[in-house]
Structures are given as structure tokens and as C-alpha cells.
């Protein structure tokens, strides 16, 4: 009896053993190679930068907190974001729907290709109660102007959509009320063509300190650096061959480390982001994001403004995400 017992333990182990690799080669390992360290500004990059400064103190120290509870700066955001994209040369439109008898407005841009799939990028402009935002979610939101100018005018075949969204925050985050969910369901109800859906969420902060990055699961950090100098990008297994493309294409920069992951959605952190909305859709979708929560330590406090960020790595960032929705909206059918 002992051989078959023993046989039976060895297929159990060997069983477990295989499940790290399977979640290595089917969920982590992303193509592309990235550099050792941040590489320094281009001048254009240089100017990039200024305009991330210039928006991020806009939203997170001149307008500050701005929420339901402070529905006059959260307006207030909404009429920059309007008048950012305008002053580009773009037709802002209000996408609106009502919270607790307050009109609350998701802001959309589009620019027409030759084919009516969708590219959309979005960043929630509410930050949460007590808290001024500049990086959650003002360098997101700042991130989405300037590429939403640099995308102005210029012809792509696919169609280029930019929206930002209200509502993202707690209370009403992954309720019937968050600006995204509201958007993403009447962009199924319309049947939109979405392609790719990109939430940047939280991009400003970076650190050189060992031990600086945690994860929201212990096996993670076997796989993942445990220095908070990347930037991360994260979607659902549905959005697995998305992922790979994005992280690929950043990587070809080689300007500044990414991690990529395409994992389980139940997955504490993978969906704490507008692109969980589109998910509930059916639309493939990822975030970018510094994994505030996991690396940033003034992460929904009042110490969150515009003097913590890390404007250079940040200007990598959008720099990157400036290249990958180039490649996603040349893309052909």
C-alpha cells in the first residue's frame, strides 16, 4: 500500500509545483525587456513635464479636494478639464447622470478614424474625502490632457476617445453611481466598438528606497521587484494579449522599467480602477498605475499634493503611454 500512497503524494506535489509556473508563463511573464534605470528627458519630454506640473497643480493644489462633499471643486474640474481639452482644439462633451439630486458629468473628446473602433483612454477627476488628490487622481487626469493634445488633429485609424470620469471614489466606487460604470454601460447599451480601454490611475510617484514596493498578495513579490521605481500595468486575463501588447510597446522606449500582469480580477488591487467598469462589459481593459496603495505613503491622506510627485519619471510615463496609443490606434481592424 505504501507505493501507491506514495505515488499519489508525489502527483499532488507535482501538481502544486506546476501552478507558480503556469501563473508565471500565462499571467506575469510579459514580453520585452526593460531598462535598468529611468532614462533623462528628451526636450520635448522637458516640455511634457511642465504641462504635468502645470495640470497636477492646478487639480491637486489650486481646486484641491473635490467630491459630492465639495461639489463646487468637483465642478470646478470638471470646467478645467472642458477647457483643457478645448484650448486644444478638441469638442469636449458632458456625459451626465445624477448622485444624490447633484448632476455629476463623465467629460468626453473625440477624434475620428478611419474605422469606428474605439481606443479609449480615461482617469477619474474626484479625489476621495480629506484628501486634495494631486496623485490620485490628478496625475492621471493630467496624463489623459496631455495626450489627449498631442492626439489633437492628428489622423489615426482607429478612433481616439478621451474621457474623464466623475464618481471613481469611495462612496460610490463599484456601485451603481461611479462615473465609469455609468459610461461603460451606455457604451454597451450603444454597442460601441471599444477595442482597448486604458485607465491611467495614480502615474506620479516613484521611489529608489529597497523594501519601497509591497504587493496585495504575498506570492506576487516572488515574481515582481521590491523596489518602487516601475510603473505597473494591470488588466484581467480576458485582457491578457492587451496587457502584452501595451507592455511591449512601453518597453521598446526603454525609457523607463514597467510589470505587467494580466491576473484573476478577484485579486485584491487589479480592478481598483475605472477599467474594472468596462470589464463588467465585456470590454478588454487595463490600468497604469504606481500602485499607490502598495508603494505611495500619502495614498488618500491630506499629504497627497502636487510637491510629492516625481514630475520626471512621470513625463516617462505618459511619454510611453504617448507611443502605445499610437500603436493602438494605427492598428488596422
Not at 126 to 144: H, K, M
Not at 260 to 280: C, E
Amino acid at each position: 500500500m505504501a507505493r501507491p500512497f506514495l505515488f499519489s503524494i508525489l502527483r499532488i506535489v507535482g501538481a502544486l509545483a506546476v501552478i507558480p509556473l503556469l501563473t508565471w508563463l500565462f499571467m506575469i511573464r510579459m514580453p520585452g525587456i526593460n531598462p535598468p534605470s529611468a532614462a533623462a528627458l528628451s526636450p520635448a519630454e522637458m516640455n511634457l513635464r511642465a504641462e504635468l506640473v502645470a495640470d497636477v497643480q492646478k487639480l491637486g493644489g489650486d481646486i484641491g479636494e473635490r467630491n459630492l462633499s465639495h461639489y463646487s471643486a468637483l465642478n470646478d474640474a470638471a470646467a478645467f478639464i472642458e477647457k483643457s481639452f478645448a484650448d486644444a482644439g478638441l469638442g469636449p462633451r458632458r456625459d451626465s447622470y445624477q448622485v444624490e439630486g447633484k448632476a455629476c458629468h463623465n467629460i468626453e473628446v473625440e477624434i475620428r478614424g478611419a474605422s469606428p473602433e474605439i481606443v479609449l483612454i480615461g482617469a477619474h477627476y474626484d479625489s476621495v474625502l480629506g484628501a486634495p488628490g494631486a496623485n490620485d487622481n490628478g496625475s492621471g487626469v493630467a496624463g489623459l490632457l496631455a495626450l489627449a493634445r498631442r492626439f489633437a488633429g492628428k489622423p489615426m485609424n482607429r478612433t481616439l476617445r478621451f474621457v474623464a470620469f466623475a464618481n471613481e471614489e469611495p462612496p460610490y466606487f463599484q456601485t451603481a453611481q461611479m462615473g465609469s460604470l455609468v459610461y461603460a454601460q451606455r457604451c454597451h447599451d450603444r454597442r460601441d466598438p471599444i477595442t482597448a480601454m486604458i485607465s491611467l490611475e495614480t502615474i506620479g510617484y516613484f521611489s529608489d528606497a529597497p523594501h519601497s514596493q509591497i504587493y496585495p498578495s504575498p506570492g506576487l513579490g516572488a515574481f515582481y521587484p521590491t523596489t518602487g521605481n516601475f510603473i505597473g500595468l494591470v488588466g484581467n486575463v480576458q485582457s491578457r494579449a492587451l496587457v502584452r501588447r501595451v507592455i511591449k510597446v512601453f518597453r521598446e522606449t526603454a525609457k523607463l522599467p514597467a510589470e505587467g500582469a494580466a491576473l484573476p480580477a478577484f485579486i485584491s488591487g487589479v480592478g481598483w480602477s475605472d477599467h474594472w467598469a468596462f470589464w463588467q462589459q465585456g470590454y478588454r481593459a487595463l490600468m497604469v498605475t504606481d500602485t499607490a496603495l502598495f508603494r505611495y505613503p500619502h495614498y488618500h491622506t491630506a499629504k497627497d499634493t502636487p510637491d510629492k510627485l516625481d514630475y520626471d519619471r512621470f513625463a516617462l510615463v505618459v511619454s510611453g503611454m504617448q507611443k502605445v496609443t499610437d500603436d493602438l490606434a494605427a492598428a488596422r481592424p
